[in-house]
């Protein structure tokens, strides 16, 4: 059975930075795919970043390109949101989730995705 453990939200002011660690248990491998999701309140959850958990292939919203990277360390079994540039509307509660069938053609869409982690909290303040 694969768990997710989300890790590393918290307050941060505008222009900030925070890193998001995702912690896989399990087994796992390089073809699964990982999604960030986050939910704003009120809002619907939505797709915010993806990776392999090989590293090979990354893909961001439009939104956090250029602000958020992914990148994964399989020695530790972590990927790593590394988020810059933050803005109030950056806040939200963030989620990682695990793709095991290694879909990437449908790497935003939550469905594809059978394990999620507790999501951890990112409040940015202006």
């Known amino acids: 059975q694969v768990q997710l453990v989300e890790s590393g939200g918290g307050l941060v002011q505008a222009g900030g930075s925070l890193r998001l660690s995702c912690t896989t248990s399990?087994?796992?491998?390089?073809?699964?795919?990982m999604g960030w999701f986050r939910q704003a309140p009120g809002k619907e959850r939505e797709f915010a970043a993806a990776i392999t958990l090989s590293g090979t292939n990354t893909y961001y919203r439009d939104s956090v390109k250029g602000r958020f990277t992914l990148s994964s360390d399989n020695a530790k079994n972590k990927v790593y949101l590394d988020m810059s540039g933050l803005s109030p509307g950056d806040t939200a509660v963030y989620y990682c989730?695990?793709?095991?069938?290694?879909?990437?053609?449908?790497?935003?869409?939550?469905?594809?995705?059978?394990?999620w982690g507790q999501g951890t909290q990112v409040t940015v303040s202006s």
């Open positions: 989730a695990l793709d095991p069938r290694g879909r990437w053609s449908e790497r935003s869409d939550p469905r594809i995705y059978w394990y």
């Open positions: 399990g087994r796992t491998n390089g073809n699964y795919v």
